[in-house]
């Protein structure tokens, strides 16, 4: 089955306290990104990568990093977490040529 | 810069009545448009999309989307709305030559018995 999966679903951490959240896919997909989703906001595209070693910013990557090692996982890491980074996390894929994105089950994370 | 707005925070509809969601976009060059619903504690699901043609599109459950060029709209809509589409719609666009995707802020469907 194709499958988009994040860990940890849900987490809460404390301010400053580095943590990773990671995306690992099964479609063998090139395109993997992370998006953050805030109310009236919808989702806003954090980083995404276009095949392994390759990423770009996208329209609010402040704080936070990522890297593309493998081609199956795609982690977001935010080195030192601040409560205005409270939000739910999405990772999505999509395949070469492909226009449309899957979305992973999403990670809530609160930061305190 | 691209922007999408979808000018309803919510739409409330009757079980059975036609059902529209708004979204109007802006982008440099040709768009690619698509509708996504995200149900409770899930992730977004893919519905549809416009890339050239037609500009009437139809996708999953039911749902269609009219592209009208001239007034850079893109609105789903479905003849007979059911209470299980009740969820949170977005729209997205993305220029035929760049790879982000940017979403509105969301719609929140409410379809009552």
């Known amino acids: 089955e194709a499958q988009v999966t994040q860990n940890p679903r849900y987490l809460i951490t404390v301010t400053g306290k580095k943590l990773t959240v990671t995306c690992s896919q099964n479609m063998n997909h090139e395109y993997m990104s992370w998006y953050r989703q805030d109310p009236g906001l919808g989702l806003r595209q954090i980083y995404y990568s276009m095949n392994v070693e390759v990423t770009d910013k996208g329209d609010v990557p402040e704080g936070y990093k990522v890297s593309r090692k493998e081609k199956r996982n795609f982690p977001l890491i935010l080195e030192s977490p601040s409560p205005n980074q409270t939000s739910l996390y999405f990772c999505a894929t999509r395949g070469q040529g492909a226009l449309e994105q899957y979305f992973g089950p999403g990670t809530r994370l609160t930061v305190t | 810069a691209q922007s999408v707005a979808q000018p309803e925070d919510q739409v409330n509809v009757a079980e059975g009545n036609p059902l529209t969601v708004k979204c109007t976009y802006s982008v440099s060059g040709n768009p690619y448009l698509f509708w996504y619903v995200q149900y409770p504690n899930r992730g977004l699901q893919f519905l549809l999309k416009y890339i050239t043609g037609d500009n009437l599109v139809k996708g999953s459950y039911g749902f269609e989307a009219e592209f009208n060029k001239s007034q850079t709209s893109f609105h789903l809509k479905k003849p007979s709305a059911l209470v299980s589409d009740s969820a949170l719609y977005f729209c997205?666009?993305?220029?035929?030559?760049?790879?982000?995707?940017?979403f509105g802020g969301g719609t929140r469907l409410m379809v009552k018995p």
């Open positions: 997205a666009v993305r220029d035929n030559a760049g790879n982000m995707l940017t």
